[in-house]
């Protein structure tokens, strides 16, 4: 991504028609943009003012709303110009040609994607945490993610992260100062109360993991493989499962014919279902092209969090089932699903064994769903808490996990109360480092354009 400070605009709206489209544009000063494009003009900042949007030559392109805000009372921190018009993709593709061209003087350029959003981050609107966020409420899939997000987004994950570090930059202030009077060392800790003061910071980060540890389930989910043989009731259960909660279904089709994935939500932890309908075990009599399509689907199977392997429970395993069990890649959780018990007399119920958990169930009747569903969310490592979480990225919690770290590796260099108090300040110092580039801090180049190059134009 380019860091000249050029004004940028784009289309701020999703592409495909829509009753209104926005394009947007920011810079330092667009004050001679708007008089080129509104001669004689005055946009009040803040003010909707409707107006013709006219090309070059005079003629309309569309009508609508202008609004300008100007900087830094805007969403970049710069001015920022709004034009609302009516979204149809032409239109919007016509007006910002316009734009592009009446501040081309300017050197006003198309924006990269997540340019606005960096900008803000860049003049202090949002600090690096929130800027996700506003990725992630964009992204969410469910209501629960997008509620987190929110929660991101309004800066409350940051105010927590931004006491843990203040708490131990006053930690650190305390052992730095002693640090110049090495005669002091030794009763330092005891009487500054330096370890049950980073006990508190222990616990503190603790909580604020846990919290983001369930935020990033609501944003990741569980991606669950759907194996079994044909008739054995896949898309019963799959109906079955996501229930009342069919809000939000995604049918995508799959790369192969029969991978067809779809996203169910289980309280608001998104299941990615795979359903691996012509799943088999590649043999000799298996030809190239179709070949192919088995890997992928196994390279799926590879990828998921737990697969689910259903069968009937009148009547066991076939040779198919036998050969693709022996197939399943290691260390993945496997739930076997004994469907149609209301035909095989079974009652539901759970049964964990070595090798699978086995849920008996019927998909058709919906007796032992239930069961299933929190098999699922104890897979998923779910603890409904009541409390609102954080809707955290593993890029969080990865920080969260090294400062952990590094504020044990203190506590034992206090514990051992040998004389190592630099060593238990450099500790602190590597914690809140990690601490503070959750906000941005200190924040390399390369993380910035890994992180807004994943935005939409636009955003
Ligand atoms: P798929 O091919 O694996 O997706 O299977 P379907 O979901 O299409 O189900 C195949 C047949 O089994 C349908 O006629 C379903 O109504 C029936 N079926 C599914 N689940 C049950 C169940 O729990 N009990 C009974 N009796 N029939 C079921």
New binding site residues.
């Given amino acids: 991504m380019k860091l000249d400070t050029s004004p940028i605009a784009a289309i701020a709206t999703a592409p495909g028609r829509g009753g209104i489209g926005v394009v947007r544009a920011s810079g330092k000063a667009l004050a001679p943009l708007i008089d080129t494009l509104f001669p004689g003009a005055r946009l009040a900042p803040r003010h909707a003012t409707y107006l013709p949007f006219k090309n070059g030559d005079g003629t309309i392109i569309d009508q609508g709303i202008a609004i300008y805000f100007k900087g830094p009372h805007s969403y970049t921190g710069e001015d920022v110009l709004e034009l609302q018009g009516h979204g149809g993709p032409v239109v919007l593709q016509l007006l910002l040609a316009r734009v592009l061209e009446a501040g081309a003087d300017a050197g006003l350029r198309l924006a990269e994607p997540g340019e606005f959003t960096r900008r803000a981050y860049l003049n202090d609107k949002l600090d690096l945490a929130q800027a996700e966020a506003v990725a992630d409420l964009i992204d969410a899939s469910t209501e629960a993610a997008a509620r987190s997000a929110t929660q991101s987004l309004s800066g409350e994950f940051s105010r927590t992260v931004n006491k843990l570090v203040e708490q131990t930059i006053g930690l650190r202030m305390l052992v730095e100062a002693t640090l110049d009077f090495p005669e002091e060392e030794i009763d330092f800790l005891e009487k500054s109360d330096a370890r049950g003061q980073l006990a508190v910071i222990i616990d503190s980060l603790e909580a604020v993991f846990q919290k983001a540890a369930q935020g990033a389930l609501l944003r990741e989910g569980l991606n669950v493989v759907l194996v079994?043989q044909?008739?054995?009731?896949?898309?019963?259960l799959l109906n079955a499962l996501a229930g009342a909660d069919v809000a939000i279904v995604t049918p995508i089709a799959g790369t192969t014919r029969d991978k067809v994935s779809e996203t169910i939500q289980i309280e608001g932890i998104p299941l990615n279902i795979i359903d691996t309908a012509g799943i088999r075990v590649i043999n000799e009599a298996v030809d190239v092209v179709e070949r192919i399509g088995i890997e992928r689907t196994w390279a799926e199977v590879g990828k998921a969090d737990v697969i689910m392997h259903l069968l009937d429970a009148g009547h066991g395993p076939s040779r198919a089932d036998d050969s693709i069990v022996a197939a399943f890649p290691e260390g993945i959780p496997v739930i076997r699903i004994w469907?149609?018990i209301?035909?095989s007399g079974h009652r539901p119920s759970v049964d964990p064994q070595s090798d699978a958990t086995n849920v008996y169930l019927?998909?058709?009747?919906h007796t032992g769903i239930d069961l299933l569903r929190a098999e699922l969310l104890r897979i998923a490592g779910w603890q409904q808490t009541g409390e609102s979480l954080f809707l955290a990225r593993e890029r969080h919690l990865i920080a969260l996990r090294a400062a952990r770290r590094h504020l044990h590796v203190a506590a034992e260099h206090a514990a051992q109360n040998d004389q190592s108090l630099d060593l238990f300040a450099e500790e602190l110092r590597l914690a809140q480092a990690q601490l503070s580039s959750i906000s941005g801090e200190f924040s390399s180049d390369d993380l910035l354009g890994v992180i807004f190059s994943r935005f939409c134009i636009g955003k």
Avoid: F, Q
Wanted: hydrophobic share 20%.
């Fill in positions: 079994g044909p008739n054995v009731g896949k898309s019963s469907n149609k209301d035909l019927s998909a058709h009747e």
